[in-house]
């Protein structure tokens, strides 16, 4: 299994992102996948996710901000983030969740 992620990078407050995680070794289809994100000296939480059918669900902190997608025919789960928040900035990391498997993070730096 190997997950790519990128897109992250430097923005300022109110900005946008859109991080993409290319899968590879997996029938990336029956895979619900979740973004994850680590800031410092925080637990990794769990920021958005979505079903192997397309339905997604997000934590309450980006709600309304972020959305979750995905596109079966190029095996890549997309992250976009509107609105971004000196809060939102973190390690962000694409994961399987049939795998249990994390991919390298991408770093979302959000300045105030």
């Known amino acids: 299994v190997q997950l790519q992620a990128f897109g992250g990078g430097l923005v300022q407050a109110g900005g946008s992102l859109r991080l993409s995680c290319v899968a590879s070794?997996?029938?990336?289809?029956?895979?619900?996948m979740g973004w994850y994100r680590q800031a410092p000296g925080k637990q990794r939480e769990l920021v958005a996710s979505?079903?192997?059918?397309?339905?997604?669900d997000y934590a309450d902190s980006v709600k309304g901000r972020f959305t979750i997608s995905r596109d079966n025919t190029k095996t890549t789960v997309y992250l976009q983030m509107n609105s971004l928040k000196p809060e939102d900035t973190a390690l962000y990391y694409c994961?399987?969740?049939?795998?249990?498997?994390w991919g390298q993070g991408t770093l979302v730096t959000v300045s105030s």
């Open positions: 979505i079903t192997r059918d397309g339905r997604p």
């Open positions: 994961y399987s969740f049939q795998q249990n498997y």
């Open positions: 070794g997996v029938i990336f289809s029956r895979h619900a």
